[in-house]
């Protein structure tokens, strides 16, 4: 990796490493604990705690997200390395699949009747997301231990 100095190198790969560790231990908590809970709520209890939950989780993910993938887009402009481009290709898939099936199946428990399928879809789907962000980390630690 060509970086300006040794230090920053140390730097950047380990921010990317507390990023993608924060996604990691969060995608594997909503998708173990989270997720599986809402088959638990009655439909007028999952719209009153999922407009909280939705709020309250965002605060979370988004800085975590937005960080991810301002690192891998820095990183991807400032060095030409194959695993940093393979990289933010998965944190770019990442969001696509959080903004195409994510975002619409929350839509979905806030808006719908019935939610039953939005909610067993978003557990059944999220190892999308759970696979992405475990393969991102797994790469991350990788390339630091080099």
Not at 6 to 21: A, G, P, R, W, Y
Not at 117 to 138: A, D, G, H, Y
């Amino acid at each position: 990796m060509s970086y300006e100095c040794e230090s920053c190198t140390m730097d950047i790969d380990l921010l990317k490493i507390l990023f993608n560790t924060g996604l990691f231990i969060l995608i594997w908590i909503v998708q173990l604990v989270i997720y599986p809970s809402f088959s638990f709520y009655s439909e007028a209890n999952i719209k009153k705690w999922h407009r909280l939950y939705t709020s309250r989780i965002t605060i979370v993910v988004l800085p975590l997200m937005l960080g991810q993938l301002l690192l891998y887009i820095y990183t991807s402009i400032t060095q030409s390395d194959i695993i940093d481009y393979i990289s933010l290709c998965l944190v770019v898939l990442s969001w696509l699949t959080t903004f195409l099936i994510f975002v619409p199946l929350h839509s979905n428990i806030e808006t719908l009747h019935d939610t039953v399928f939005s909610r067993e879809r978003l557990t059944k789907t999220n190892w999308i997301r759970t696979v992405l962000w475990s393969i991102i980390l797994i790469i991350s630690l990788i390339f630091y231990a080099k």
